[in-house]
């Protein structure tokens, strides 16, 4: 009997493509593209074919451990786990206060379901400080977005007549819906025009009209002569920021005092190019960009996103077809929209964006004798050990700890120096979703039914957290009771009865993941750990009616959330919101509905450009190493198992070949990197997409295996030093290197 088609998404990246899945023996045997998405449409890369290596790859974690005082682990049940780590917990917060409990994580790419239900049990403990990746790579871009118009912004990228693309590479990464029909189709069109900014001849470099190849970490200069041409020359929409802008005259300023030539002696591009593609954008019907890591991990990271920002909203390229948009949101991924930055951590005075620390921070708020000293650290589908700056020093910070607890489906790295690990069941063994729901003028939300029964003696994300707060005594039985008698009437009842609970005792707001999942819950069946959604639905609904209206889920009161709820549960993909481009102005959370563009400190930090050094290499570290290129093959560490690479399997430390020359190495020979923290030996290959002095190793690599760990673990040699000075983002795409032969 042939196996049915089951409905679900890729994990692999932020897109998250619909796919369908036949599963034999808890084999993921056949995956295709899901042509019902309404987002991807049936598309997918070749990643997703393989994801079987995540579901079956990895030696599973099927019981709770907890450390021996020898090191090693043993293994004990659930309960004790529970009991012990609530009662540590506890005597924590009791003893020094909830906010020496640090909470990192809360899913990757496509494991966001449990994140309603650790903020519940942040919110019991009393925890105040938190992170996850976003830190390390996006921070900056929030903090920008948040002064300038309060929200998330993307392009479109498939009508667009000019596209930006700046420290992105597309073609690998992806990003966007159908990313390579899309790029492809630009490509092959006469009347469009593709520009790159990127150091590297990446794949999608060589697709571009343009490509803007600056020397490493001198994206701003090359990004403030865009913005200087564009207003010397007069080629501002002076309508668009007059009427949508507020602040404008002292960046306009800024941009006049930029040496254009100057600057693009710095960057390394013609001046020339640098003019005819500034005009090239001025000219344009649509214009929109895109940034990503090869900025935002390099330097200047939260300038160059300020710049590159400027380029399309002195263009006027908002609110309409091909241009830039504002959209709607089904959950935040961080903490709002507003960027903050005003609130610091305790030890080292960082500041804290969107309410995440930065990871950067992380290891010394821990490993230091300060009395506000982070104690315990609550870890949650996430590897920090292997994917933050510096992870030795990560390491040494964990067994400074009072208490380490982490939940995942493998023994990672992180796991190994943790004082509890408790084994999750996988993306395909549970109900599950991501919250990068970033689409326009329709944007998709989709809720993952399980293929499996979960692995014997593992558990979803909602029931640990379930199980920890009622060790913890976080809610009365005398407030769930009649909400748990409200849910059996049905939605609308229990919908009255929540909120009217919720009103006269505002604590359970916080807690409400878990009130949800202790009393909705047992209503949905298998489906529990999906009751924390109705209140991110209703809340959906009621903070975005006309959006939500238009995509069908209409009525009075508490009904379209209910609708929305109830249509999610079917396990499909659903569109959400649906807007026009006009109704992306109503994302602008500003009471007059401009964008703020005057940002003092970035406007003084673009000033300073002129007097500032370019490059950060040494005598000792003369190369530029970029620590965690995308490759066709890699995907953070989320597959472990390294047969899922077909190429590249070792991940090659890629060198131009003047350089390999200099160093007389070739294809397959064996180099040593250097760097102020680390070294290690990798293999070479030699290629002319690089600049002199340029070298890369990809990111996922390095990773323990039963069948090896092939490749360099890119963080080894990488530094918490080398930071942004505003977000504290690491400068993983410019670490000083240096070669050296390997003896023998």
């Known amino acids: 009997m042939t196996a049915t088609w089951q409905k679900s998404a890729c994990i692999l990246c932020e897109c998250n493509c619909g796919i369908e899945v036949q599963v034999e023996d808890r084999r993921l045997v056949k995956i295709r593209g899901d042509k019902e998405h309404p987002s991807s449409a049936g598309y997918t890369c070749e990643k997703p074919l393989r994801l079987d290596r995540y579901q079956n790859g990895t030696p599973r974690l099927t019981s709770p451990l907890r450390r021996r005082a020898d090191g090693g682990y043993e293994e004990i049940d659930w309960d004790t786990a529970i009991t012990e780590i609530a009662a540590r917990l506890a005597a924590i917060r009791d003893e020094h206060g909830g906010d020496k409990i640090f909470f990192y994580g809360g899913g990757g790419q496509g494991n966001h379901l449990g994140a309603g239900y650790g903020q519940a049990l942040q919110a019991a403990l009393g925890v105040r400080y938190r992170s996850n990746a976003l830190a390390q790579e996006k921070t900056g871009e929030m903090y920008v977005d948040g002064r300038l118009y309060g929200g998330h912004t993307k392009g479109d990228f498939e009508h667009a007549e000019v596209v930006v693309f700046v420290g992105k590479n597309p073609w690998q990464s992806h990003s966007f819906p159908r990313t390579r029909p899309v790029l492809k189709e630009m490509a092959a069109d006469p009347g469009r025009c593709m ?8 794949e999608t470099a060589a697709m571009a009209d343009v490509h803007l190849q600056v020397r490493p970490g001198t994206d701003a200069w090359c990004l403030a002569a865009l913005g200087a041409v564009l207003v010397q020359e007069d080629l501002v929409d002076h309508a668009f920021v007059e009427e949508h802008t507020t602040g404008a005259e002292p960046v306009l300023a800024a941009y006049r005092a ?20 500034a005009r090239r954008i001025a000219s344009a019907e649509s214009a929109c960009t895109y940034e990503d890591l090869g900025i935002q991990q390099a330097p200047h990271s939260t300038l160059s996103s300020y710049l590159n920002k400027m380029l399309w909203i002195l263009t006027g390229n908002f609110a309409k077809k091909g241009g830039m948009f504002l959209h709607s949101t089904f959950a935040a991924l961080a903490g709002g929209g507003g960027g903050g930055g005003a609130k610091v951590t305790p030890v080292t005075g960082a500041r804290i964006i969107s309410g995440l620390v930065p990871c950067n921070s992380i290891a010394e708020e821990i490993d230091t004798d300060h009395p506000d000293r982070f104690r315990a650290l609550w870890l949650d589908s996430t590897n920090p050990a292997h994917s933050l700056a510096d992870s030795a020093g990560f390491r040494r910070a964990m067994r400074t700890l009072d208490l380490s607890v982490v939940i995942d489906i493998a023994m990672t790295e992180t796991a190994q120096e943790a004082d509890y690990v408790l084994p999750a069941a996988t993306q395909f063994e549970k109900w599950e979703c991501t919250f990068f729901n970033v689409d326009f003028p329709e944007n998709v939300f989709h809720l993952r039914a399980p293929l499996m029964d979960p692995l014997p003696g593992t558990l979803a994300e909602p029931e640990v957290y379930a199980r920890v707060l009622r060790a913890l005594d976080a809610v009365e039985e005398s407030t769930l009771a009649p909400l748990r008698t409200a849910a059996r009437a049905g939605l609308t009842s229990y919908a009255e009865a929540f909120f009217a609970a919720v009103t006269a005792d505002p604590r359970l707001m916080g807690l409400a993941g878990f009130v949800l999942h202790e009393t909705l819950g ?3 069946g298998t489906a529990r750990g999906t009751a924390a959604l109705w209140g991110v639905a209703q809340l959906c609904a009621m903070n975005q009616p006309a959006s939500v209206a238009r995509a069908g889920f209409t009525g009075t009161g508490f009904e379209p959330g209910n609708a929305l709820f109830e249509r999610i549960l079917t396990g499909e993909a659903v569109v959400f919101t649906r807007d026009d481009h006009e109704q992306a102005w109503d994302y602008v959370r500003r009471p007059d509905r401009r964008f703020t563009l005057e940002i003092p400190e970035l406007i003084d930090r673009m000033r300073a450009l002129a007097d500032e050094p370019s490059s950060w290499t040494t ?24 047969s899922w690479r077909r190429r590249d399997a070792g991940g090659a430390l890629r060198i131009n070949p003047e350089d ?14 250097v760097t102020e923290a680390g070294s290690a030996v990798a293999t070479v290959e030699v290629t002319d997409s690089l600049q002199r002095g340029h070298v890369s190793l990809p990111n996922g690599l390095g990773i323990a295996h039963p069948d090896g760990t092939p490749g360099v673990a890119p963080n080894e040699l990488t530094s918490t030093r080398h930071r942004d000075w505003l977000a504290g983002t690491p400068w993983h795409k410019y670490v000083p290197a240096r070669l050296e032969p390997v003896a023998g």
Request: net charge negative.
């Open 195 to 202: 520009v790159v900014i990127d150091p590297r001849r990446s």
């Open 619 to 642: 005598t000792e570290f003369p190369y530029v190493l970029s620590a965690g290129e995308r490759r066709a093959f890699t995907a953070n560490t989320i597959i472990r198992d390294p």
């Open 522 to 524: 047992p209503t949905l």
């Open 660 to 673: 390999a020359g200099s160093l007389s190495v070739t294809d397959g020979d064996v180099l040593r990197v």
């Open 258 to 277: 930029v040496d254009v030539t100057d600057y693009a002696e710095r960057c390394g591009v013609a001046e020339d190019l640098i003019r005819a593609t």
